[in-house]
């Protein structure tokens, strides 16, 4: 059982298998001629769509680039097509950071408990 690194939420289940892995590689669509909705896509691999998006975006960036352009889903051919996807989850992660930052904050005002101490 392989261990999803990918801290996405909405990744769904974090633990696949490296024959899991095999069935959705062997199966991306390659390129804007070959797409199609994630749906679809997990629908034709007849696996839980939690565990296929934790496998996509865990070999995302690593293996493929993946592109996610309205309902379709394709690997990118070209790095043009990566850009709007990589902004996406440039504001996502700074939205995280922030909210990291505020609960840090926020925390640093509450007690601490006695025995935390000694």
Not at 11 to 35: I, M, W
Not at 69 to 77: M, N, Q, R, T, W
């Amino acid at each position: 059982m392989t261990r999803s690194w990918s801290g996405a939420a909405q990744a769904g289940s974090r633990e696949y298998t490296d024959v899991d892995v095999l069935r959705v590689l062997e199966r991306l669509p390659h390129g804007r001629g070959e797409a199609m909705s994630l749906r679809t896509f997990t629908d034709h691999l007849a696996m839980d769509a939690r565990t296929v998006r934790a496998i996509l975006a865990d070999r995302d960036g690593i293996e493929f680039v993946a592109v996610y352009d309205g309902d379709l889903f394709y690997l990118a051919e070209f790095a043009e097509e990566a850009i709007p996807h990589t902004e996406k989850l440039r504001a996502r992660a700074r939205s995280e950071l922030d909210r990291v930052a505020r609960r840090e904050r926020f925390a640093a005002t509450l007690p601490q408990r006695q025995e935390v101490l000694f």
